[in-house]
Protein backbone atom coordinates (compact mmCIF):
# COMPACT_ATOMS: atom_id res chain seq x y z
CA UNK A 1 0.00 0.00 0.00
CA UNK A 2 0.70 3.28 -1.23
CA UNK A 3 -0.19 6.71 0.08
CA UNK A 4 0.69 9.85 -1.94
CA UNK A 5 0.36 13.67 -0.86
CA UNK A 6 0.92 16.31 -3.43
CA UNK A 7 2.39 20.06 -3.22
CA UNK A 8 4.16 22.78 -4.40
CA UNK A 9 1.04 24.33 -6.66
CA UNK A 10 0.27 27.98 -6.62
CA UNK A 11 -0.54 30.89 -9.42
CA UNK A 12 2.57 31.89 -11.43
CA UNK A 13 2.82 33.78 -14.30
CA UNK A 14 3.89 32.75 -17.90
CA UNK A 15 7.28 31.60 -18.37
CA UNK A 16 7.43 30.79 -14.76
CA UNK A 17 8.72 27.80 -12.59
CA UNK A 18 7.07 25.56 -9.96
CA UNK A 19 8.47 22.34 -7.95
CA UNK A 20 5.85 20.02 -7.27
CA UNK A 21 6.81 17.62 -4.61
CA UNK A 22 5.03 14.28 -3.69
CA UNK A 23 5.43 12.52 -0.26
CA UNK A 24 5.31 8.54 -0.50
CA UNK A 25 4.67 6.43 2.50
CA UNK A 26 5.13 2.62 2.50
CA UNK A 27 8.29 0.86 2.75
CA UNK A 28 8.04 -0.30 -1.18
CA UNK A 29 8.33 2.98 -2.65
CA UNK A 30 11.43 2.37 -4.12
CA UNK A 31 10.54 -0.32 -6.02
CA UNK A 32 7.19 1.51 -8.11
CA UNK A 33 7.19 3.57 -11.27
CA UNK A 34 6.40 6.78 -10.63
CA UNK A 35 4.50 9.32 -12.63
CA UNK A 36 2.72 13.03 -12.91
CA UNK A 37 -1.02 13.47 -14.63
CA UNK A 38 -2.91 16.21 -15.12
CA UNK A 39 -6.37 16.83 -15.80
CA UNK A 40 -7.67 20.48 -16.96
CA UNK A 41 -11.44 21.63 -16.15
CA UNK A 42 -13.71 19.46 -19.09
CA UNK A 43 -10.82 17.14 -19.64
CA UNK A 44 -9.61 13.85 -19.53
CA UNK A 45 -6.39 13.06 -17.30
CA UNK A 46 -3.30 13.72 -19.73
CA UNK A 47 -0.11 12.09 -19.12
CA UNK A 48 2.95 14.31 -18.21
CA UNK A 49 6.24 12.38 -17.51
CA UNK A 50 7.06 8.77 -15.37
CA UNK A 51 9.93 7.90 -13.81
CA UNK A 52 11.45 4.43 -13.23
CA UNK A 53 12.22 3.20 -9.51
CA UNK A 54 16.22 3.46 -9.79
CA UNK A 55 15.76 6.97 -11.53
CA UNK A 56 17.29 5.42 -14.36
CA UNK A 57 14.92 5.93 -16.96
CA UNK A 58 12.50 8.88 -18.10
CA UNK A 59 9.87 9.61 -20.30
CA UNK A 60 7.90 12.92 -20.86
CA UNK A 61 4.84 13.58 -23.19
CA UNK A 62 5.78 15.73 -26.26
CA UNK A 63 3.71 18.96 -24.97
CA UNK A 64 5.91 18.65 -21.58
CA UNK A 65 9.35 17.85 -23.10
CA UNK A 66 12.28 20.52 -22.21
CA UNK A 67 10.51 22.02 -19.54
CA UNK A 68 9.58 19.59 -17.30
CA UNK A 69 11.74 17.37 -15.64
CA UNK A 70 10.63 14.63 -12.89
CA UNK A 71 13.19 12.96 -10.30
CA UNK A 72 12.68 10.92 -7.19
CA UNK A 73 14.33 10.49 -3.81
CA UNK A 74 14.09 6.92 -2.58
CA UNK A 75 15.95 7.82 0.53
CA UNK A 76 13.10 10.71 1.24
CA UNK A 77 9.96 8.71 -0.58
CA UNK A 78 9.51 11.86 -2.78
CA UNK A 79 9.09 12.33 -6.12
CA UNK A 80 9.38 15.61 -8.00
CA UNK A 81 8.18 17.61 -10.82
CA UNK A 82 10.22 20.49 -12.28
CA UNK A 83 8.23 22.69 -14.63
CA UNK A 84 9.97 25.45 -16.35
CA UNK A 85 8.64 27.99 -18.55
CA UNK A 86 5.28 27.20 -17.60
CA UNK A 87 2.26 28.14 -20.38
CA UNK A 88 -1.04 29.28 -19.74
CA UNK A 89 -2.23 25.86 -21.22
CA UNK A 90 -0.12 23.86 -18.56
CA UNK A 91 -3.06 24.91 -15.90
CA UNK A 92 -4.81 22.19 -14.55
CA UNK A 93 -4.50 19.74 -11.18
CA UNK A 94 -1.51 17.50 -11.17
CA UNK A 95 -1.31 14.40 -9.79
CA UNK A 96 1.09 12.02 -8.79
CA UNK A 97 0.78 8.15 -9.21
CA UNK A 98 2.91 5.15 -7.86
CA UNK A 99 2.82 1.84 -10.20
CA UNK A 100 4.11 -1.64 -9.16
CA UNK A 101 4.34 -2.52 -12.55
CA UNK A 102 7.63 -2.56 -14.55
CA UNK A 103 8.62 1.06 -16.01
CA UNK A 104 8.80 -0.43 -19.53
CA UNK A 105 6.65 -0.42 -22.02
CA UNK A 106 6.20 3.47 -20.23
CA UNK A 107 3.73 3.57 -18.28
CA UNK A 108 0.95 6.51 -19.67
CA UNK A 109 -2.16 5.48 -19.43
CA UNK A 110 -3.78 6.41 -15.77
CA UNK A 111 -4.95 2.75 -15.29
CA UNK A 112 -1.28 1.74 -15.19
CA UNK A 113 -1.07 2.83 -11.67
CA UNK A 114 -3.08 1.48 -8.88
CA UNK A 115 -1.81 4.74 -5.89
CA UNK A 116 -2.70 8.69 -6.80
CA UNK A 117 -2.71 11.16 -4.95
CA UNK A 118 -5.65 13.82 -4.03
CA UNK A 119 -3.76 16.63 -6.51
CA UNK A 120 -2.60 20.13 -6.55
CA UNK A 121 -3.78 23.01 -8.35
CA UNK A 122 -1.05 24.73 -11.30
CA UNK A 123 -2.78 28.07 -12.61
CA UNK A 124 -0.61 29.92 -15.41
CA UNK A 125 -1.68 33.38 -15.69
CA UNK A 126 -0.97 34.77 -19.45
Known amino acids: QVQLVESGGGLVQAGGSLRLSCAASGRTFSTYTMGWFRQAPGKEREFVAT????????FYADSVKGRFTISRDNAKNTVYLQMNSLKPEDTAVYYCAASPRSFVPVRTRPYEYDYWGQGTQVTVSS
Open 51 to 58: ISWSSGRT
